[in-house]
């Protein structure tokens, strides 16, 4: 494996009876990179996603994270490796304030959440690095408000920085502008770019403005298998792309 390939999947198949949701499918991710998975409706994104994040379990295939084996590693395992994705470990918590989920994020990351209820001296230890959390996503004026009572833009934008409180090496982001109107998209776009330095990111998503203004590699999927793989351009540029999105 290159020193540059951060993930490797090499022919990862997921069959649900009889039915080859994932067949075969070859992903080399790019340190660095912003990796988007694309498709249209049922090509399998979220099969491959949720193989690649360990919420389901291939039928075969391998994946490496840095050279390792991971393909039979549960979700704890690979966000301790450094692999970690959003909307999942980093569940918002709605009844507490915007820098009270930080902070639990945070005493995760030392692996023991609930000491967090017990000691305030340990709470005021993690106010520097959450207030550097809250400022990188732009929710700093937020501390005080209740999760729950945030805009749903500004929820995920919290989402994500109760995963960065993690450190991960590398974000899983299963689409990151769902549901989100257009100021949403930009903010969220360009809080991704900001946290992507020095990361690497693979994300699902639909908004195709987006992945092609934010992502430097691009994997089609089609009915389980790769389709193409590139730049935006090469890969909007080309037929089999062009013909599987306007085939659905
Ligand atoms: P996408 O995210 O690209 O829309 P999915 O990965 O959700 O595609 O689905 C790919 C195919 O696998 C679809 O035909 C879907 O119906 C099927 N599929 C997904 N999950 C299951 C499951 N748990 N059981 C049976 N079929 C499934």
């Known amino acids: 494996m290159k020193p540059d390939i951060v993930l490797l999947a090499s022919g990862l198949t997921k069959q649900f009876g009889g ?4 067949g075969g499918v070859d992903l080399q991710v790019r340190r660095g990179s912003i990796h988007a998975l694309i498709g249209p409706n049922g090509a399998g994104k979220t099969t491959c996603f949720n193989l690649l994040t360990k919420f389901l379990i291939p039928t075969s295939g391998t994946i ?63 106010d520097g690095q959450v207030e550097q959390l809250l400022e990188a996503v732009g929710l700093s004026s937020f501390r005080h408000i209740l999760a729950g009572e945030l805009s749903y833009g500004r929820k995920r934008a919290l989402e994500i920085a109760t995963t960065l409180a993690l450190d991960p090496e590398m974000m899983l982001l299963d689409e990151p502008m769902a549901g989100m109107g257009r100021e949403d998209v930009e903010r969220i776009a360009s809080l991704i770019r900001r946290v992507s330095a020095g990361r690497t990111i693979l994300m699902v998503e639909h908004n195709l403005s987006v992945v092609s203004s934010l992502c430097d590699r691009i994997t089609v999927l089609a009915r389980g298998k790769v389709l193409a793989e590139g730049d935006y351009a090469t890969v909007s540029g080309n037929p089999l792309v062009v013909e599987a999105y306007i085939g659905t």
């Open 19 to 22: 039915f080859t949701a994932v």
């Open 64 to 126: 490496l994270f840095n050279g390792k084996d991971i393909t039979r590693d549960n979700a704890s395992e690979i966000a301790r490796k450094g692999l970690v994705r959003s909307f999942q470990i980093s569940a918002v918590f709605p009844k507490l304030t915007v820098q009270n989920n930080v902070r639990i994020a945070l005493q995760r990351k030392g692996g023991d959440s609930f000491d967090f209820w017990r000691s305030s001296s340990v709470l005021r230890k993690l």
